[in-house]
């Protein structure tokens, strides 16, 4: 298992107070396909959760994942035992102008 977080707080590096919404990007990078868990918490409770099979070279879009302006924790949790082959683009929104683009590098890593 692998799993990727990003932390979403008012005036940390990812700040909630800018970001209304965002758009989750997946891709598998590898040759073994592999399954994802996302789930999206907010101070209220659970925001969204998604199952998603990513095979080889496959990309998922999940769109408008809407948080206004709220501070959240997007966990993204793998059945494979590494993260290497694991893209994950978070392009986040205020309206309709983009604020921001996170990618697996800015999230916190855990196998």
Aim: proline share 4%; hydrophobic share 45%.
């Amino acid at each position: 298992m692998s799993i990727l977080r990003l932390n979403s707080v008012e005036h940390g590096a990812i700040d909630s107070r800018f970001i209304q919404a965002f758009d989750l990007e997946l891709c598998n990078l590898g040759s073994e396909g592999f399954e994802m868990l996302i789930t999206v918490y907010t101070p209220q409770g659970l925001l969204y959760r998604g199952l998603y099979y990513l095979a080889q070279e496959v990309s998922v879009i999940i769109p408008r994942i809407t948080t206004q302006f709220s501070p959240f924790q997007l966990i993204m949790v793998t059945n494979i035992n590494k993260y290497d082959t694991t893209a994950v683009t978070v392009r986040a929104w205020n309206g309709v102008h983009p604020v921001a683009i996170f990618t697996q590098e800015e999230a916190i890593r855990t196998n």
